[in-house]
């Protein structure tokens, strides 16, 4: 029994030059939005100035500010790790792998809010931000979705034809991922979230103190935990998805050379 044919698609030139239009996209993100942040924060203060507030910054600020960078690194090194695995198993992109006018749009959106999310500076300005963000991050999802159905299915057609049951198995994968109802849970915690934070916003001003026995801890530094806790939330259940997925398609991919895989005949009734 001969194993069947590796896909070799002629127009997989669209689906590379597609994936490198995106990783140039994220790239931007990364490379602009940190020059923004230092020009908006720093812009009207002098070098003493920037000493003193680095000096100044409470612990509350230190939390708060590393929320935001590994926030900000896990998104782009995500994004990044998700266009390498996706061009591994799609087979063609439409357009010729034209990067549309409506994902521009959305990685320019994303870059608005982004910036608004690191230039505010009071915690309610910060929630609302966030629940923008979210918003806007949640909206590009779904038209990524919707976007990559069409190529989902033309590889799906693709693989079922050669035969190709490992390549059909590394897809679903990837789709799962990408379009699974687990992101609609998450994106449903992450809201939930966003209320208690909402609500920490609102009890009390950052200048008062919570008392836990002997413990005092100032209500700023409470609600930069809480920031904290809704990026590693968001974050970790993410790339769980993520290491899953790569692991997934990297042992299918090792047993490409050495199996053949095919699917189970269909159990007939007694």
Not at 59 to 80: E, N, P, Q, R, S
Not at 121 to 140: K, M, P, R, S
Request: one cysteine or more; glycine letters at 6%; aromatic letters at 12%.
């Amino acid at each position: 029994m001969t194993d069947p044919p590796i896909i070799k698609s002629a127009n997989r030139v669209s689906r590379t030059k597609l994936a490198a239009a995106a990783l140039l996209m994220v790239r931007s993100i990364f490379f602009l939005l940190p020059l923004v942040f230092t020009w908006l924060k720093l812009r009207n203060l002098s070098s003493s100035d920037i000493a003193k507030l680095i000096s100044d910054a409470s612990a509350g600020d230190v939390v708060w500010k590393t929320a935001l960078i590994i926030y900000f690194f896990a998104w782009v090194w995500g994004t990044l790790w998700d266009v390498g695995l996706q061009e591994r198993v799609y087979l063609d992109a439409p357009n010729k792998g034209k990067m549309p006018w409506q994902a521009v749009g959305m990685g320019a959106a994303i870059f608005i809010v982004g910036a608004v999310l690191v230039w505010v500076d009071t915690f309610v300005q910060f929630v609302g931000a966030l629940a923008l963000f979210t918003t806007v991050d949640h909206a590009a999802w779904r038209y990524l979705v919707n976007f990559l159905q069409p190529m989902i299915q033309l590889a799906r057609e693709e693989y079922v034809k050669s035969d190709d049951a490992i390549g059909l198995e590394q897809l679903q994968l990837v789709e799962n991922q990408v379009c699974g109802n687990w992101k609609w849970w998450r994106a449903i915690v992450g809201v939930v979230w966003i209320f208690v934070m909402l609500t920490l916003a609102l009890v009390m001003s950052p200048e008062n103190s919570l008392r836990a026995g002997r413990a005092e801890l100032p209500w700023g530094f409470v609600q930069a935990v809480s920031i904290l806790i809704w990026v590693l939330l968001m974050e970790i259940w993410h790339w769980y998805v993520r290491v899953v997925t790569r692991v997934g398609v990297d042992t299918l991919e090792n047993l490409r050379d050495k199996y053949r895989l095919a699917p189970l005949p269909a159990a007939h009734s007694i």
